[in-house]
């Protein structure tokens, strides 16, 4: 049972830049396709990004296509989302989820492809 931790969450001004990060209890965060799905009242749980083990191939909801990157730091062994011009409708609790697959490039904007979600991170845009 792998755990995931999303760090980065807060408050920013409309047009400013945040990044979340997503980590594995286990380590090992490229074993699994991610994504990225955000939540904000009253609303239900939406994709934002995804991205494969391998290759990089991505996917992003259209609200958040070319504001919004999802990469992975090998390094770090985690999963960022990096938000740029953020706007107040970009509030919610984001959550990373984690899929193990031995699909190499494959990436899924799908939330019950997801076994493994994390407790959330808040992000709040003020106008």
């Known amino acids: 049972q792998v755990q995931l931790v999303e760090s980065g969450g807060g408050l920013v001004q409309t047009g400013g830049s945040l990044r979340l990060s997503c980590v594995a209890s286990?380590?090992?965060?490229?074993?699994?396709?991610v994504g990225w799905f955000r939540q904000s009242p009253g609303n239900e749980r939406e994709i934002v990004a995804a991205?494969?083990?391998?290759?990089?191939?991505?996917y992003y909801a259209n609200s958040v296509k070319g504001r919004f990157t999802i990469e992975r730091d090998n390094a770090r062994g985690t999963v960022d989302l990096e938000m740029y011009l953020v706007k107040p409708e970009d509030t919610a609790v984001y959550y990373c989820?984690?899929?193990?697959?031995?699909?190499?490039?494959?990436?899924?904007?799908?939330?019950?492809?997801?076994?493994?979600w994390g407790q959330g991170t808040q992000v709040t845009v003020s106008s």
């Open positions: 991205i494969s083990r391998i290759y990089g191939n991505t």
């Open positions: 989820a984690a899929d193990l697959t031995d699909s190499l490039g494959t990436y899924s904007s799908n939330s019950h492809d997801y076994d493994y």
């Open positions: 286990n380590g090992v965060l490229s074993n699994y396709r």
